[in-house]
Structure formats: structure tokens, C-alpha cells
């Protein structure tokens, strides 16, 4: 008998604990959670205590007003970046540019492109946690750090998308015809982003009291989702065409083989190049 109730003691016990273990994994997870959405936006990394959530606007109208340009920081940051890749045949001439300025080589092509990296990374990074942040709702202050750098990454990047619109205005068209090329792929990646929003967007529209609010805020988002939807309709891609309408097959050559490693490689290329229709045949003579 004393078996008996010292086991439903100890059961008890060790419910009671496991309930207890369970809250505070629970409570300690949502806390670091909070503080590290709130350490990152904000630049408060002391844990605060769990505030009234707010079922209407969370953050403040200088917040609500500053947002936006968060966002075009985002967009001119990510188009930079972009144009910069699509220049990739240019770097050695903008190192070249660079060394006759400075006096000093180096491969400054690549150290612009991991700075724009970083930039696109950080205006994204400063972008979710606004989100993650909205979605919780908890009030959003932006750090006057985070702003300041947000306005120099808008004048810079501004600044830079003129230089290349003004003096390498032929590389406009080369990130023209890269952006047919995408075309299908950054279309199906908004349609996703859109989606995804919808939830949290018909989620705050339900608790809107006002139909005037309600009919503000749903109706751009409703609208650009269905442009999204449309927009195939005038999108022309190189990549999405049918097959009776696709251009010649461009003429290639056949190059000679590694003839240094054995000569008959040079045959076994020029034959397999002739057994795929090749235009012509090259070949090195060394005398």
C-alpha cells in the first residue's frame, strides 16, 4: 500500500514538473524570440515583459510614415545589385577605370558587388523583422542608426543608378534583355510573396473597424494581386516561346583537342564536332 501511494506521488510529482519544464521552455523561447526581433529593429535587447496586444495599428504614424522608404531601400538596393551582376564583362574595365584614378590595382569590381550584397541583405533582414514584428503585434520603433543608414543606401544607390544611366548607357539594354529572361521566374516569385501575404493582410482587415479603412488597405493589395495575375498576358520572355517560333540555331566551330596531351586528339575533336553539324573547324599551328 505504501508502494502504491508513493508511486502516485511521485507520478504526480513528476506531472507537475513536466508542466512546469514545458511553461518555462514555452515562456523562455517567446521572451528570446522577442527580444532578439526587438534587439535587431530596435536596438533594445533587454527582455520586456508580454504588453496588450493592439488588434489595430502597432507602431506609430513617424513609423507607419518611415516604412515605405524601407521599402524602396529594398528595391533600389536589389536593382543595383542586379545591374552590377549583369555588368560582370565590364569588371576588368571598371578595375581599369578605378587603377588609373587611384594608382592602386585591385579587384574593386568584386568588392562593389559583396558591398551591394550586403546591402540587399540588410534592407531584406530590417524588412522581415518589421514583419515578424507587425505580425506579433508589437509596437515598431526603428533605431535612428537603422534609419540614417537607410537614407544613405537610398542616396547612394540612387546616386550610383544615375552614374550608369548617364555615362554606360548601352549596358540599360543588356539588363533590358536579362529581365526578359527572368521575366517568369521574378513574376512566380511576387505571385508567392503576394499569396503568402494575403493571410496576414485579410487577418488585419477583419479586424478593422472601419469599412473606409478596410476598403483603403484591401483594395492597392487586391489590385496589384490581380495585375500579378494578368501580367503574363503582355510578359515576353526569349525562354517562353513555342518551338515554331524560335529563332535559328546559332553556328558553332569545332576547337582543336588537348593536342599536347596526344595528337589524335585533335581528330577525335574536329570528328565529333562535323558529327554535330558544326559551321567550321579551328585549329592553333605551331611552327
Known sequence: MDNIDRTETENEETGRWK???SWIKRKFNYECYMTFLNGCYSCKWEAQQKKARR???CCSLRE?????????SFCLS???LFTWIETSNEYNGFDWVVFLGTGVWFFWSIVLLSFLGILAAYTALLLVLGFLLCWEKNQLYLHWYHKILIVIVILFCSFFLWILLTYWKDRWFTIGLSLQVFAPYIHLGSLS??????WPVAFYLIHLEGEALQVVIGLPFVLILLCLYVVPLGIYSPCVQE???LGPKPYFFGHRGAGMLGPENTMMSFEKAVEYGAHGLESDVQI
Open 193 to 198: 510573396v503576394m499569396v503568402l501575404l494575403s
Open 19 to 21: 508542466k512546469i519544464n
Open 64 to 72: 507607419r510614415l518611415f516604412y515605405p522608404w524601407l521599402v524602396v
Open 78 to 80: 536589389t536593382l543595383l
Open 55 to 57: 488588434p489595430l495599428c
Open 243 to 245: 518551338k515554331d517560333k
